[in-house]
């Protein structure tokens, strides 16, 4: 069974600030890492991915993984009230490279 | 460029009913998946469909099967249904159906189970 843990949250963050969000994973063979954001009764939307150790930033976004701890997380700088969404983790497999695992989400609320 | 389109958006079925749900993928993506999403957790994988062939299945019952057609579209058919069924199905589009996918997802459709 591959295991896709994240906090469920809330995390309250101040409008402005870094908000951090986690996610670690069961399956060393996991090659690629998204992290999608879901507004409240939407759809997920793919925000980046990731799939070499380090840091990877796009806009306000970083992504981080780390492979050796089994952990993947997302950095949002400058946080909006427009960001307040649930964020889901999710990975890909060696094994099962055509199965995307998702976490349960983390909720964000940005507060103004 | 449109984006996945899903229908029906909302349906409303009983207890052993049968359901079809329908997908178009973007234009030019040949892979499709298909997820449930339980109010409060993650998508759950359920199939993937490549070129017409199934790729990938998920931990699911066999009362739900799929199929893609030549032009890439699929469709979710669910039997006997189940309350427990009652989620929000979600489709995904992939420009191929091997590692490391990109997977943009279409508006789902809420299915309640009465």
């Known amino acids: 069974q591959k295991e896709v843990e994240q906090n469920s949250g809330p995390l309250s963050v101040p409008e402005g600030a870094i908000a951090s969000l986690n996610c670690t994973y069961s399956?060393?063979?996991?090659?690629?890492f998204f992290w999608y954001r879901q507004y409240s009764g939407k759809s997920p939307e793919l925000i980046m991915f990731?799939?070499?150790?380090g840091d990877k930033e796009d806009g306000r976004f970083t992504a981080q993984l780390n492979k050796a701890s089994q952990y993947v997380s997302l950095l949002i700088r400058d946080s909006q009230p427009s960001d307040s969404a649930t964020y889901l983790c999710?990975?890909?497999?060696?094994?099962?490279?055509?199965?995307?695992?998702f976490g349960s989400g983390t909720k964000l609320n940005v507060k103004p | 460029d449109a984006g996945v389109t899903q229908s029906p958006t909302h349906l409303i079925k009983t207890r052993g009913q049968h359901v079809t749900l329908r997908c178009s993928p973007i234009?030019?993506?040949?892979?499709v998946s298909w997820y449930q999403q339980v109010l409060g957790q993650g998508p759950q994988f359920i199939f993937q469909?490549?070129?017409?062939?199934?790729?990938g299945r998920g931990n699911f019952p066999d009362r739900f099967s799929a199929r893609q057609f030549p032009n890439y579209s699929s469709e979710l058919n669910v039997n006997a249904l189940l309350l427990g069924d009652s989620a929000l199905y979600l489709c995904?589009?992939?420009?191929?159906?091997?590692?490391?996918?990109?997977?943009?997802f279409g508006p789902g459709t809420r299915l309640t189970v009465l």
């Open positions: 995904a589009s992939s420009w191929t159906g091997v590692s490391y996918n990109e997977q943009f």
């Open positions: 399956d060393r063979g996991s090659q690629s």
């Open positions: 990731i799939y070499s150790n």
């Open positions: 999710a990975v890909i497999t060696e094994e099962d490279f055509n199965k995307f695992y």
């Open positions: 234009s030019g993506h040949k892979s």
């Open positions: 469909y490549y070129e017409k062939e199934e790729r």
